[in-house]
C-alpha cells in the first residue's frame, strides 16, 4: 500500500483497507471509498489518499487513535514520501444561549443576523434555533462551520449581530470533528418533519464516542469537541432526529460524560433560500 497525500498531518491517522482495519483500531477508521475530490468535501480534519494495487483509496482516522504514521514527510504505510500539507481550515461548534428576554431583540435583528450569516454561507455545516421546553421560544443558536483557525472562530462567534447587541448570555465555541462527512443539508430528512434535537456532552476524563454509531439513521450532525489545537477531548455534539430527549440522549455514552444536554433545535437559515446553505 502506497501513500498518496496526507492532510493535517498533527493528527494521527490511521490508514488501511477494509473491516479489518476497523477492528484492528477500535472501529475508529472510515472509509470515503475511491474519489479523492469527495474527500476533500467531507471537511474531514485529517486523512490519508492511499493506494493498494490498482485502486485508490481515503482513509479517514479521528483523532486520539494511534498512528501508523505521522507528519510531513513521514510515510504511512508506503515506501514514498508524503506530498506537501493542504490546509483544508477547521471545523467549529459555536452555540450562542439566549439572554432571558431577549427574544424581541432577537426578532428585530433576524435580518441582520441572516446578513451575516450570509457571508458564512459556503462555510456551513449546520445551523439553527434551539428552544426552551414549551417549543416556540427561542433559547439560542447552533452553528457549526469551516473556518481558518481559532482566531476567525472567535470573529465569527463575538462579531455576531446579536452576541453584539446582548441578545446571548454567553457562547460555547469549540474545534469540532465532522465524523459524517456531510452538511445538514445532505440529510435523508430533509428540513422538516419530525422532531430534531441537540445533543451536548460535556466531557470527563477519556474520550468517549469517537467514532458516529452505524446503527443510527438520525443523525444530522455528529462529532466530538475539541481544544483549540485539537490535541484534547472536551466531549461531543450531536443534531438528532428522536421522538423525544430521552431518545435523543441515547445517542452518546451516558457514564462518561459530566453532563448531558438535550435541547429542541430545528433547521435554520432563510426560509426562502434558494441554495442549500
Not at 73 to 93: I, K, S, Y
Request: charged share 20%.
Amino acid at each position: 500500500m502506497d501513500v498518496l497525500q496526507i492532510w493535517e498531518p498533527s493528527i494521527p491517522i490511521v490508514t488501511g483497507i477494509g473491516s479489518d482495519v476497523c477492528e484492528r483500531f477500535g472501529g475508529l477508521v472510515e472509509l470515503l471509498g475511491t474519489d479523492l475530490a469527495r474527500a476533500r468535501t467531507a471537511r474531514l480534519g485529517a486523512f490519508a489518499a492511499v493506494r493498494e494495487g490498482k485502486q485508490s483509496y481515503v482513509v479517514a482516522g479521528p483523532v486520539g487513535q494511534p498512528a501508523v504514521g505521522q507528519g510531513p514527510g513521514r510515510v504511512v504505510g508506503g515506501e514514498q514520501p508524503a506530498a506537501p500539507v493542504h490546509n483544508l481550515g477547521m471545523e467549529f461548534f459555536c452555540y450562542h444561549r439566549d439572554r432571558p428576554g431577549s427574544t424581541a431583540l432577537r426578532r428585530n435583528l433576524l435580518e441582520e443576523h441572516w446578513a451575516y450569516m450570509d457571508r458564512y454561507a459556503a462555510k456551513m455545516i449546520a445551523r439553527g434555533p434551539t428552544f426552551a421546553a414549551d417549543g416556540t421560544t427561542p433559547s439560542g443558536s447552533v452553528h457549526i462551520l469551516d473556518l481558518p483557525g481559532p482566531a476567525a472562530a472567535r470573529a465569527f462567534a463575538f462579531d455576531e449581530p446579536n452576541y453584539q447587541a446582548g441578545a446571548y448570555r454567553d457562547v460555547l465555541l469549540r474545534r469540532w470533528r465532522n465524523l459524517l462527512g456531510r452538511t445538514m443539508w445532505d440529510f435523508p430528512g430533509g428540513r422538516t418533519g419530525g422532531n430534531r434535537h441537540l445533543v451536548l456532552g460535556l466531557g470527563a476524563g477519556q474520550a468517549a464516542d469517537l467514532a458516529a454509531p452505524h446503527d443510527r439513521h438520525d443523525l444530522i450532525a455528529y462529532g466530538p469537541l475539541l481544544s483549540d489545537d485539537g490535541a484534547t477531548w472536551l466531549g461531543t455534539a450531536a443534531l438528532v432526529e428522536a421522538s423525544d430527549p430521552d431518545e435523543a440522549r441515547a445517542v452518546l455514552t451516558p457514564d462518561r460524560y459530566a453532563d448531558i444536554e438535550v435541547h429542541d433545535w430545528a433547521f435554520g437559515g432563510r426560509p426562502d433560500a434558494h441554495l442549500p446553505r
